[in-house]
């Protein structure tokens, strides 16, 4: 979806809409327009949409109001305005039409306000289509161009930040609706290298030889069962001076069968999306790069795949981690712990971070906890907690906070190796994250955000659609724009 901005005296597509605040329909608009809009019990409520037709110019405009529910929504505002523009798409995406107008005259937004209305509809105007060829024509999306006319001053310059930011949720979202024969860890790599090619950003990747020199053991054991070799990605992007960069770190299982502690098959396609973490962090690093972010980011991908194999680690192996602490592998299906204990190392020790902050699709425990509302949060950092729930209310994606404790951390202890990689059937989410803190260095400050509810939409929200959410590309920017770029 492409956004253009236009004046009010260009000429204008047939379909043009209109945006209506809580209970009041503007007064130019036609009597009969007016009339039907209160006869089909349209009010502006947030997201509500309403279609008339109008004759004009010797032949029919289509008229479409949509409702930007009440101006002192207060922190609904943002959201609101968003779920006006992702009305808009969502209904007019396979209407025929080629362009919608969204004309702002007399809509008394500010600029930022108008950006927001375009940052929802072109989110809510992303399919994923690649592999649909036996569309129908009326079943294809023919919306292409939002056209923003009479847009209120300083919309063009907050809406440049926000489809940077666009571009980087879509990207995730390709990365995570891909088919896992489509994205490995080689091909994601590949994705990552062409997408972000003269956006100014550094890129490192170690293969297979370069994990096993630095003994990444852990890693590498959940890659074993795979033909696909491992990667580890980092992408670079110093966008100012920093004393330390921030990390992110995504877990990047590019499908997880569970390995030989194999996964039932119902349902296990969802796997593809296992590697949502990583598609999160490769998304927001193109956001930051594209922005021009005021702030020095390292994002890191620990990209495997996780199969059942005659080579594949077994339960009750134990591996040895780049850190040099051992594990019990007693679940092969406890992988994304396994994947993420090695990057978190290696991403201290080559770039001594201040703070990090990881995002993995890591247990369906936090699904059972939290449903598709929040991604669970887990820090070592008061401070860290609250700019991190700051952000998630700010951007729309959620967090909430779980524990650590020491009475947690016992629960992992293992009779023959250093940890073993699960714990007891309850608390799993957060023996998981406590997993995670053992490779933590002391004086960082860490964040582990479990996002297995998240990165996937069994139905249409507010700004996506079925499908691939591009979960943690906002919550990321959020942070870096209020936390790192402040
Ligand atoms: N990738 C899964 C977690 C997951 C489950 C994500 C469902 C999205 C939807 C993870 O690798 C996994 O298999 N976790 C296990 C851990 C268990 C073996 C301790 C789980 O949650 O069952
Ligand atoms: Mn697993
Ligand atoms: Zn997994």
């Not at 020199?213 to 033909?227: E, F, N, R």
């Not at 369906?364 to 929040?374: D, K, M, P, Q």
């Amino acid at each position: 979806m492409k956004v253009v901005f236009r004046t009010a005296d260009a000429p204008q597509p047939r379909l043009i809409a209109r945006l209506v605040a809580q209970d009041a329909l503007p007064a130019d608009l036609d009597a009969v327009v007016r009339e039907g809009a209160g006869a089909a019990r349209f009010t502006g409520k947030a997201g509500q949409t309403h279609e008339a037709f109008l004759a004009a110019d010797g032949g029919v405009k289509r008229l479409a109001l949509a409702g930007t529910g009440r101006a002192d929504a207060g922190s609904d505002r943002t959201a609101n305005l968003e779920k006006a523009g992702a009305a808009l798409t969502a209904k007019y995406l396979t209407s025929g039409e080629a362009a919608l107008a969204i004309d702002f005259t007399g809509s008394g937004l500010t600029g930022t306000e108008a950006a927001s209305v375009l940052f929802g509809a072109r989110l809510r105007g992303w399919r994923h289509d690649v592999y649909r060829t036996k569309l129908t024509d009326d079943q294809k999306p023919s919306l292409t161009e939002v056209i923003a006319v009479a847009a209120p001053e300083g919309t063009a310059a907050a809406w440049e930040a926000e489809s940077a930011l666009a571009e980087g949720i879509e990207f995730t979202r390709e990365l995570v609706a891909e088919p896992a024969n489509v994205i490995y860890p080689e091909s994601f790599v590949e994705r990552c290298k062409a997408r972000l090619a003269g956006t100014g950003v550094e890129i490192l990747v170690l293969g297979l030889k370069e994990m096993t020199d630095l003994g990444m053991g852990a890693l590498l054991g959940v890659a074993q069962g795979s033909v696909r070799e491992p990667k580890l990605l980092a992408i670079r992007w110093k966008g100012a001076e920093a004393a330390q960069p921030t990390a992110f770190v995504g877990k990047g299982v590019t499908f997880d069968t569970g390995g030989i502690s194999i996964k039932p098959a119902a349902g296990m396609e969802d796997m593809k999306w296992d590697m949502g973490g990583a598609g999160a962090v490769a998304g927001t690093m193109l956001a930051l790069a594209l922005r021009k972010a005021k702030a020095d980011v390292i994002g890191v991908c620990g990209l495997v795949e996780n199969m059942p194999d005659g080579n594949a680690q077994r339960p009750g192996d134990v591996v040895t981690s780049m850190s040099g602490q051992t594990v019990e592998v007693i679940n092969t299906d406890a992988e994304g712990r396994l994947v993420l204990c090695d990057a978190l190392t290696w991403v201290q020790k080559e770039y001594a971070p201040k703070t990090i902050i990881d995002l993995a699709t890591l247990t369906g425990a936090i699904i059972v906890s939290l449903g598709n509302e929040y991604g669970g949060m887990f820090t070592n950092d008061d401070g860290l907690a609250a700019k991190l729930d700051a952000a998630g209310k700010a951007s729309g994606d959620k967090l909430w906070r779980f524990p650590l404790g020491p009475a947690y951390d016992k629960l992992i202890d293992s009779p023959i190796a250093d940890m073993k990689n699960v714990g007891p059937r309850y608390g799993g989410s957060i023996t998981a994250a406590q997993f995670l803190q053992r490779y933590i260095d002391k004086g960082v400050a860490w964040a582990h955000l479990d996002i297995a509810g998240m990165v996937w939409a069994d139905k249409p929200g507010q700004t996506w659609d079925k499908g691939a959410t591009g979960y943690g590309v906002r919550l990321l920017d959020q942070y870096v724009r209020t936390v790192l770029e402040a």
